[in-house]
């Protein structure tokens, strides 16, 4: 084969400016896509419908790039943008779509995918449950600090960049919290705090992490630093309570490498417990800097109702709650069930989901550490069997053992929580081919203005 033969064929070159496109459909991620000569073109900021003229900023074997040059004939579903910065950073790459068109778009994700990949054409996707007010809803911020001409800055980075736009109205965080990171951030800068250079590895303050609880409104505020060192404290830490009255816990973590991770081992506690409490449909849980809890607290108990409803749970039953975290799924099935049994691979998580049964008066659960399919697989071995099954598993979705497993014990029904519409598609149809019937799917969003989707799916055994 000649190089000639190798290269992309693509009817379009880099730089080309093509006029008068048409948007015929918007990719997983939100992006446009436009075809030239049968050639798909993603171009960001473009919605479906619309007539756009765009620039090739890529060309790929089997796609291009665009970027968005001007509309020509506008989609009725596209909204005024909040702020161009939030586009540059990509943590609302949905602001230019209508609330009500961002609920579609994600139903249609999940639909496309249970027809593609899992070849469940048939099968109903309700629509998605959507919030009364898609803004100010995380509850967690991790925002990285930089130096800028000279001064402290907080913000985000740029897409596909380290470089730091500052910024101190994140449109999608607990306004509390945007607050308390331009307290501490203006405190650092009070007592000259140097910020970290990440070129260089130099400098010391690198995020400052907040999160609060939407029940409750105990905060807590973690500074990460590269160096235990952090001066003067004596003043810092009487700073921030004075200024921050919610505050019930400082944290410092320190991460001396030269990483894209935020969090570093270890953990200098310096104000409280390395702990604050929020609730979750009437439980109270004790959450430390390095527990996972959902960052939408209005939305997760919406989610944890509607695993509930699907459940249908009389008292009588034994449940298994696979991926079971700080224990927050696996105490509102306790309250319905007879037994419940949790696992998780976080060995601290599993100490927090036992705090958590405690201090909420709950007996009636089991807490196992390891990995789901290896404790599946051990339990299914052993002949322990359960009613339900209820699955959250991270992005990549169930491993091929933890699905045998489950084909081996045969749970008579099974509530699967995904936040990724792929793997979610991949594994039923694995559970489908094993005995089971896809019941009714109901996405849920978790995350407005972004192109996630969380989507609870019951399946039973036929």
């Not at 880099?14 to 990719?27: Q, S």
């Not at 973590?253 to 200098?268: A, C, F």
């Not at 929020?278 to 800097?289: P, V, Y």
């Not at 519409?421 to 089971?436: C, F, K, M, N, Q």
Request: glycine residues 6%.
């Amino acid at each position: 084969m000649t190089n000639k033969q190798n290269k992309s064929t693509a009817p379009i070159t880099k730089n080309d400016v093509i006029e008068a496109a048409e948007i015929m459909d918007l990719t997983h991620e939100g992006l446009g896509i436009a075809k030239v000569d049968g050639y798909p073109v993603f171009i960001e900021g473009a919605l479906i419908g619309e007539t756009v003229d765009f620039k090739v900023i890529k060309e790929g074997k089997t796609f291009g790039v665009g970027k968005l040059m001007k509309i020509i004939k506008e989609s009725p579903d596209r909204v005024e943008i909040k702020d161009k910065a939030y586009a540059q950073t990509g943590t609302m790459p949905l602001q230019h779509l209508s609330y009500d068109a961002q609920l579609t778009f994600k139903k249609n994700q999940v639909e496309n995918v249970l027809q593609k990949i899992a070849k469940l054409p048939d099968v109903k996707v309700n629509d998605t449950i959507g919030m009364d007010n898609p803004f100010k809803y995380r509850n967690k911020a991790q925002i990285p600090v930089r130096k800028l001409k000279g001064k402290m800055e907080t913000g985000v980075f740029r897409k596909n960049s380290h470089d730091l736009i500052p910024m101190e109205d994140f449109k999608i965080q607990d306004p509390e919290i945007d607050k308390a990171v331009v307290a501490v951030r203006d405190i650092m800068r009070k007592y000259s705090i140097k910020p970290y250079n990440e070129k260089e590895n130099i400098g010391n303050l690198r995020h400052i992490i907040v999160r609060r609880g939407y029940h409750t409104g105990e905060m807590m505020i973690v500074l990460v630093t590269r160096t235990p060192k952090l001066f003067p404290l004596s003043k810092i830490v009487p700073d921030i309570l004075e200024a921050l009255p919610e505050v019930v816990s400082i944290v410092q973590n320190v991460n001396p490498k030269k990483t894209n991770v935020i969090m570093g081992q270890e953990v200098i506690v310096l104000h409280g417990e390395d702990k604050y409490r929020d609730k979750l449909l009437g439980h109270t849980f004790e959450i430390s800097h390095r527990s996972f809890f959902q960052v939408n607290t209005e939305q997760a108990e919406v989610l944890y109702s509607k695993v509930l409803e699907l459940a249908e749970l009389t008292g009588e039953e034994t449940v298994i709650d696979a991926y079971c975290g700080i224990g927050t799924i696996t105490l509102a099935l306790a309250e319905q069930a007879k037994e419940v049994y949790g696992i998780e691979l976080i060995e601290p998580a599993v100490e927090d989901a036992k705090r958590n049964a405690a201090l909420n008066g709950v007996e009636n659960v089991t807490y196992q550490a390891g990995a789901a399919e290896d404790v599946m697989l051990d339990w299914s071995s052993k002949g322990r069997t359960a009613d339900l099954l209820v699955v959250d598993p991270p992005r990549k979705g169930l491993d091929g053992q933890f699905i045998d497993a489950v084909l081996t014990m045969q749970p008579k029904k099974m509530v699967y929580v995904s936040c990724n519409p792929s793997t979610l598609a991949r594994d039923l149809a694995l559970l489908v081919e094993g005995g089971y019937t896809v019941e009714q799917v109901q996405p849920v969003d978790m995350f407005p203005q972004t192109s996630h989707v969380e989507s609870v799916v019951l399946l039973e055994k036929k």
